[in-house]
């Protein structure tokens, strides 16, 4: 019997605690967590901003085999001892350990801009990130500008468009996501337009004044709220002050091990295999394979293929595998340009796998390619048909529930679920959101599960039962 001490209480501890329960876990779990309530499933923070998702959708379930102590930040930690000291308010506690998991996340990276922040440091009023979902209240006003280029900026911005604001994204790049898309960031730009979003590329911020942002070009933006999506760095403060090996993050082996035997490290603040984790669903299966470890499983974690989806109205995009791909000698590259439609795609095959893909626009095709991605199965002769979304009969997959389709990997909730929810009374997306934790993950799936409850609306109001 062993006592784990996690500190961090985002979705990957949640995970853990989940699967340590499934596993058989026979010890105790204390949780240091910072914040007063359990942080929320970032990923779906712009669907709340959307008016889409209710805030209390993103409330993780509650931890039933765990000790939480809120409010308690880990100050320092005693490998030697074996002990971790915390804060919490006035009081200085101590919690010792067998064994230690550092979920300590990420936090925003702040850019040295004139007028963001006040004389204490701190950002200054109408000045916010967007990494709890408080920040969401923070972003008001009848104009907002968004600062950075990257996943988070097109999909704030897009969210801030779609609820009715006149919503600006400004980023160093010629155009959004542009080191991600390439040629194709263009077309994600005008789509952005299209949306309602003003794009301006190629711009540097200079300074922030109450109201307005200015340009290195000279000219300004409206700004009630600055929404600074300027990226993130892991939290590694406490492993290197600990003697614990950090790179750019905390260094895991294939165990998420650190260079201590009894100090494990899961999420945005670990680094396996010379990165840091890419994603939501990195993140649970580092969860996942550090709970087979500590109880006892023979286990290797193995790295989830890096995929990228945006989450916006605008258009639908999604970056699979590493950009690296692509520069490869022995890779090949299938194409599709069509400019008029505001549509392109590019896929890295070696052999008749896929190796990485970048699609903009091309929804059917995004979900076929993922699929294959994923399963490691070969291409479809006929690249054109597959990229342009005709539907294809794709090799047989060995599945238990081939026929009960997955919608919602991350909670692993399935077709059937859902219709069942549907049966027992849970007729709206938020409903069947609260009675079985979909859309909850990643958020990838929210799309279908409108779908879902769209569909079933319909038929009911044909007198016609769901099938699962």
């Known amino acids: 019997?062993?006592?784990?001490?996690?500190?961090?209480?985002?979705?990957?501890?949640?995970?853990?605690?989940?699967?340590?329960?499934?596993?058989?876990?026979?010890?105790?779990?204390?949780?240091?967590?910072?914040?007063?309530?359990?942080?929320?499933?970032?990923?779906?923070?712009?669907?709340?901003l959307q008016g889409r998702l209710d805030a209390g959708m993103l409330r993780p379930e509650a931890d039933l085999d765990a000790r939480v102590l809120t409010g308690a930040v880990a100050t320092a930690v005693d490998t030697a001892h074996r002990v971790v000291h915390a804060r919490q308010g006035d009081t200085v506690t101590a919690h010792s350990y067998d064994v230690l998991v550092l979920a300590c996340g990420a936090r925003p990276v702040i850019p040295p801009l004139p007028g963001a922040r006040d004389r204490t440091g701190r950002l200054a009023p109408g000045v916010t990130t967007l990494r709890e979902i408080t920040d969401c209240d923070?972003?008001?006003?009848?104009?907002?500008?968004?600062?950075?280029?990257?996943?988070?900026?097109?999909?704030?911005?897009?969210?801030?468009?779609?609820?009715?604001?006149?919503?600006?994204?400004?980023?160093?790049?010629?155009?959004?996501?542009?080191?991600?898309?390439?040629?194709?960031?263009?077309?994600?730009?005008?789509?952005?337009?299209?949306?309602?979003?003003?794009?301006?590329?190629?711009?540097?911020?200079?300074?922030?004044?109450?109201?307005?942002?200015?340009?290195?070009?000279?000219?300004?933006?409206?700004?009630?709220?600055?929404v600074l999506c300027t990226g993130v760095e892991p939290e590694v403060r406490l492993a290197r002050a600990a003697g614990i090996r950090v790179h750019h993050g905390i260094v895991v082996d294939d165990a998420l091990c650190t260079s201590d035997s009894r100090?494990?490290?899961?999420?945005?603040?670990?680094?396996?295999?010379?990165?840091?984790?890419?994603?939501?669903?990195?993140?649970?299966?580092?969860?996942?394979?550090?709970?087979?470890?500590?109880?006892?499983?023979?286990?290797?974690?193995?790295?989830?293929?890096?995929?990228?989806?945006?989450?916006?109205?605008?258009?639908?995009?999604?970056?699979?595998?590493?950009?690296?791909?692509?520069?490869?000698?022995?890779?090949?590259?299938?194409?599709?340009?069509?400019?008029?439609?505001?549509?392109?795609?590019?896929?890295?095959?070696?052999?008749?796998?896929?190796?990485?893909?970048?699609?903009?626009?091309?929804?059917?095709?995004?979900?076929?390619?993922?699929?294959?991605?994923?399963?490691?199965?070969?291409?479809?002769?006929?690249?054109?048909?597959?990229?342009?979304?005709?539907?294809?009969?794709?090799?047989?997959?060995?599945?238990?529930?081939?026929?009960d389709p997955m919608v919602c990997l991350c909670n692993q909730v399935s077709r059937r679920q859902l219709a069942g929810a549907w049966e027992l009374g849970a007729r709206t997306v938020p409903a069947l959101v609260r009675a079985t934790r979909a859309t909850t993950g990643c958020g990838s799936c929210t799309e279908r599960l409108e779908r879902l409850c769209a569909s079933w609306t319909d038929s009911a109001g044909q007198e016609l039962e769901p099938t699962p």
């Open 138 to 226: 923070r972003i008001q006003g009848t104009a907002v500008t968004v600062l950075g280029g990257g996943p988070l900026g097109v999909e704030t911005a897009s969210a801030l468009a779609l609820r009715g604001t006149m919503t600006t994204l400004v980023c160093s790049g010629p155009h959004p996501l542009h080191e991600r898309l390439g040629s194709g960031a263009a077309l994600l730009t005008a789509r952005l337009q299209e949306a309602g979003v003003d794009v301006l590329g190629g711009r540097r911020a200079v300074r922030r004044e109450p109201g307005r942002l200015l340009l290195d070009d000279g000219t300004e933006t409206a700004a009630d709220t600055l």
């Open 263 to 403: 100090v494990h490290a899961i999420g945005d603040c670990a680094e396996h295999a010379g990165r840091t984790v890419a994603g939501h669903e990195s993140a649970l299966a580092q969860a996942d394979t550090l709970a087979a470890v500590l109880t006892g499983h023979e286990v290797t974690h193995r790295p989830t293929p890096a995929v990228l989806r945006l989450r916006t109205h605008a258009v639908d995009v999604a970056c699979i595998g590493s950009p690296a791909a692509f520069q490869r000698s022995d890779i090949r590259i299938v194409g599709l340009s069509d400019p008029v439609g505001r549509r392109c795609a590019r896929l890295a095959l070696d052999g008749d796998r896929i190796t990485a893909a970048v699609l903009l626009g091309l929804s059917d095709a995004i979900a076929t390619v993922s699929h294959l991605h994923r399963r490691g199965l070969p291409v479809p002769s006929d690249r054109l048909s597959l990229l342009l979304g005709v539907r294809q009969e794709l090799p047989a997959v060995e599945e238990a529930n081939r026929t």
């Open 1 to 48: 019997m062993s006592h784990i001490l996690v500190i961090g209480h985002g979705p990957a501890t949640h995970r853990l605690l989940r699967e340590l329960r499934r596993h058989g876990h026979d010890g105790t779990v204390t949780v240091l967590s910072a914040e007063h309530h359990p942080v929320q499933h970032r990923p779906l923070l712009t669907t709340v």
